[in-house]
């Protein structure tokens, strides 16, 4: 999805929006931007990060408060219960991260809004004020969560591996399901628990995209296809194909399949790598026989105005995507079958990019 554009307060992108000027979101602005979520949903899920939030999420509520809408405050909550919960409530979300920097907006699937509900966010005029909202505090999911994440395995015992994260509420999420004690495998898990990299003895560094194909491949062997989003790296169909079963493609910024949105393993990580250490001898098994593919990415900075309308570039030895990411930085992803093709891959645009200072005539 990318880049979107910006309001008087904030910056759209992906199902974000942050403060422009960077730095927290003042108070004034966060109830600005709750009463236009309160005016677009019915029902609300409200979470956040860590208690310097709070005062943020005071703001948000004040704002949808004066909206027609039901309010459900979680409390302090790890974003992947929370966007568990999401399911359970039926309900659209608002997550406060990064001591109150960044708003995070999903829908009731579980998945981020759609392009059309982020720009419709953005624009969204407020109504006059009619109090009429319910609010109920609800906390919880964090054990509401885990229990089904123990359920959805054949063994609800701690599993072997390590655990590495610079947020210490998900890590000790993830340490209610692995031991912490294995350094044969360490899951290096990002700070919003959204992806995760593994570093395993004798194979060394396995990036998300290896783990999702991994656990696509478990999964296709009981279902004749898996969904996965567009630009997840081509490699997939070949995988598939060796395997037996087909990869259907979407776009998360025209929304989820239906489909789709059932596959847990797209939205949850935690999930994702519990089932794949469920047979820790099949898991190996599957990443050594994987093809060796790889990605790279980088961000350039260009004139505002100066953005391609063609976003992919199939290329002799791989393909590369070209996104606006911001008000004024391009994001260059190239994917290769090896990590040297796909940076040359990404060095060639980049130069191309700088020596006529604009995107026309990208080959």
Request: net charge negative; proline share 3%; hydrophobic share 35%.
């Amino acid at each position: 999805m990318g880049y979107i554009g910006n309001d008087e307060s904030f910056a759209y992108t992906d199902n974000f929006c942050e403060n422009f000027l960077g730095g927290a979101v003042a108070a004034e602005a966060a109830v600005n931007l709750g009463g236009k979520l309160g005016g677009m949903f019915s029902r609300i899920c409200i979470g956040y990060s860590c208690s310097e939030d709070y005062r943020a999420v005071s703001a948000l509520i004040s704002g949808m408060s004066g909206q027609s809408c039901e309010i459900f405050m979680l409390g302090e909550v790890a974003p992947t219960p929370f966007r568990y919960s999401l399911t359970l409530l039926d309900c659209a979300g608002v997550y406060v991260s990064s001591k109150s920097k960044k708003f995070l907006f999903y829908g009731a699937n579980g998945f981020g809004l759609t392009e059309t509900e982020m720009i419709a966010v953005m624009n969204f005029a407020s109504a006059e004020p009619t109090y009429k909202s319910q609010i109920s505090h609800i906390s919880g999911f964090d054990r509401v969560y885990l229990r089904f994440i123990e359920k959805s395995g054949d063994n609800s015992d701690k599993l072997s591996a390590s655990v590495s994260c610079g947020n210490k509420a998900v890590r000790n999420l993830w340490l209610s399901c692995f031991d912490g004690e294995n350094d044969r495998i360490v899951f290096q898990v990002s700070d919003d628990g959204e992806k995760v990299n593994a570093y395993i003895l004798g194979m060394g560094f396995v990036s998300y995209e290896r783990l999702v194909l991994a656990y696509s491949v478990m999964l296709g062997r009981t279902s004749e296809e898996v969904y996965l989003p567009e630009r997840y790296h081509y490699s997939a169909e070949e995988t598939a194909e060796k395997y037996g079963f087909k990869i259907r493609r979407f776009n998360p910024a025209d929304g989820v399949p239906e489909k789709a949105s059932e596959q847990i393993f797209l939205k949850d990580s935690l999930y994702m790598c519990r089932s794949l250490m469920q047979d820790y001898s099949d898991f190996i098994d599957i990443l050594s026989d994987m093809p060796k593919f790889s990605s790279a990415r980088i961000e350039i900075p260009l004139p505002e105005n100066n953005f391609p309308d063609k976003s992919v570039y199939p290329q002799r030895t791989g393909r590369v995507f070209l996104e606006r990411s911001g008000r004024s930085t391009l994001s260059v992803l190239a994917q290769a079958m090896d990590s040297e093709t796909a940076a040359e891959l990404c060095s060639s645009f980049e130069a191309q990019l700088h020596k006529r200072g604009y995107c026309g005539g990208i080959r």
